[in-house]
């Protein structure tokens, strides 16, 4: 069965047309300005008719915040104003005119791995995306994870650290993502003195670990690698995944997931130095695509059946 994946994040909207494990056509555009519920939602049911996909083809749609256990509506999207508590999913399926599903982004990306991707066929992963903010998923026995309210999976959040302020939306302390999210690293490289090797430029992550040998920049990368990888060991421990897969923009650099690989083990019990395995994403930005639409085309499959619904994302 095909389906309709679409990514809402705050500068962009992508909506592709899966078939047969593949993104068979695909609309993008910028995200419109005022990141109201309505305007947005005609947007997107606009680029999803543009896809000619019918009210035969189902659709699922991953927005950049929480879902609540029902995955019906909104719990809270950061930078979109007004979206809190209201039935994004009904809303949705209205404006489209068929099957419509919603799941957090992170989530979804995690879901496109096991349908799709690095987690092919695997009922045991972790998903961890190092970007701007840290981000993640967990599939476990063969599911995703919600947890009692929907919220489970902040993989972000967990406490690596001790006092270093998490983000507005979160306001927590000692997290991952304060401590390893991109902008949490430049804050921290410019603490370090760390400049640009153009001097009027801020730091960039590209250029410092480009200099990652030089003995005023290593102790910069020794201090990410080793929170990263502690919050891998920490996740291997709770959850015993067959794999951890890595997103995100920070592992793109040039032997990143070989010096990540090799901080991990010593973090680590011994049964799970054996066991423990970390792979790139090999859908990279396709990855909330794929897992909305599969979820999508779940949702269909058991209307079709006429199953009662089981919140919270279970795989096809
Ligand atoms: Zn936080």
């Given at each position: ?62 927005i950049p915040g929480g879902v609540d256990a029902?995955?019906?509506n909104a719990l809270m999207i950061t930078?979109?104003?007004?979206w809190n ?18 799941e957090n982004d992170a989530n ?41 309210h929907g919220m489970a999976g902040e ?14 939306g ?147």
């Amino acid at each position: 069965m095909n389906a309709v994946g679409v990514d809402l994040g705050g500068h962009k909207v992508v909506a592709g047309f899966v078939e047969n494990g593949a993104v068979r056509a695909r609309v993008e555009e910028s995200t419109e300005a005022s990141r109201e519920p309505g305007p947005v939602i005609a947007q997107i049911a606009r680029m999803v008719h543009e896809l000619g996909a019918g009210s035969q083809v189902p659709t699922g749609v991953c927005i950049p915040g929480g879902v609540d256990a029902s995955r019906e509506n909104a719990l809270m999207i950061t930078n979109f104003m007004g979206w809190n508590g209201l039935p994004i999913r009904r809303m949705l399926e209205e404006a489209i005119g068929g099957c419509t599903v919603i799941e957090n982004d992170a989530n979804a990306y995690a879901l496109g791995e096991g349908f799709a991707g690095a987690a092919r066929g695997m009922n045991d992963y972790v998903v961890l995306t190092l970007g701007t903010g840290i981000g993640g998923g967990i599939v476990s026995g063969g599911r995703l994870l919600t947890g009692a309210h929907g919220m489970a999976g902040e993989l972000g959040h967990i406490v690596l650290g001790c006092e270093e302020l998490c983000g507005p939306g979160c306001r927590g302390v000692g997290h991952f993502e304060a401590m390893c999210g991109a902008d949490a690293l430049e804050r921290r490289a410019r603490e370090m003195g760390l400049g640009h090797r153009a001097p009027e430029r801020h730091p960039d992550l590209r250029d410092l670990w480009a200099r990652r040998a030089d003995p005023a920049v290593a102790p910069f990368w020794d201090f990410a690698l080793s929170t990263i990888a502690r919050g891998i060991a920490s996740l291997v421990h709770v959850f015993d995944p067959e794999l951890v897969i890595i997103g995100g923009g920070l592992r793109r650099g040039e032997g990143f997931m070989e010096l990540l690989e090799a901080r991990i083990p010593r973090y680590l019990g011994e049964p799970f130095r054996r066991t423990m395995q970390i792979r790139s994403s090999l859908l990279d930005t396709d990855a909330p695509i794929f897992g909305a639409a599969g979820l999508a085309r779940a949702r269909m499959e058991r209307q079709t059946a006429g199953q009662m619904e089981q919140p919270g994302g279970e795989r096809p």
